[in-house]
C-alpha cells in the first residue's frame, strides 16, 4: 500500500502561482510513476501531469502545457506540481495518485489516490 497525501492548495488571484505537494508513505515510492489530476464541480476527473518513477519523463495535458511543472524527489518521498500563471478554469480539486505504469495519463492506470486539495482561481 502506497498512502499519499497532497497538501499546498488554496486561494489565489489570476495570474498567481502555486505549489502543490504529494507526499508518499508506505511501499517504496521510486517504484512508482505520479499523476496529478483534477475534478472541477460538475466535470470528471482529467489528467493534469504525469511523471516517471526516476522523473526522466514528464507528459502534460494541452491546457496546462507551459503553466505547470511536475517534479519529484524521491529521498523526500514527496512529488510536486508547481503551478504559474493560474486561471479560474483551473479551479478545482486536484488529486494525487501513484501506479506502477508507463501510461501516465490514464487514470485506470494508477492504483493509489490522494484525498485531493482545493485550488480555488478568482478572476
Known amino acids: 500500500q502506497v498512502q499519499l497525501v497532497e497538501s499546498g492548495g488554496g486561494l489565489v488571484q489570476a495570474g498567481g502561482s502555486l505549489r502543490l505537494s504529494c507526499a508518499a508513505s508506505?511501499?517504496?515510492?521510486?517504484?512508482?510513476?505520479v499523476g496529478w489530476f483534477r475534478q472541477a464541480p460538475g466535470k470528471e476527473r482529467e489528467f493534469v501531469a504525469g511523471?516517471?518513477?526516476?522523473?526522466?519523463?514528464?507528459y502534460y495535458a494541452d491546457p496546462v502545457k507551459g503553466r505547470l511543472a511536475i517534479s519529484r524527489e524521491n529521498a523526500k518521498n514527496t512529488a510536486y506540481l508547481q503551478m504559474n500563471s493560474l486561471k479560474p478554469e483551473d479551479t478545482a480539486v486536484y488529486y494525487c495518485?501513484?501506479?506502477?505504469?508507463?501510461?501516465?495519463?490514464?487514470?485506470?492506470?494508477?492504483?493509489?489516490w490522494g484525498q485531493g486539495t482545493q485550488v480555488t482561481v478568482s478572476s
Open positions: 511523471i516517471s518513477k526516476t522523473g526522466g519523463a514528464t
Open positions: 495518485a501513484a501506479g506502477s505504469t508507463w501510461s501516465l495519463a490514464n487514470q485506470y492506470a494508477y492504483d493509489y
Open positions: 508506505g511501499r517504496t515510492f521510486s517504484n512508482y510513476a
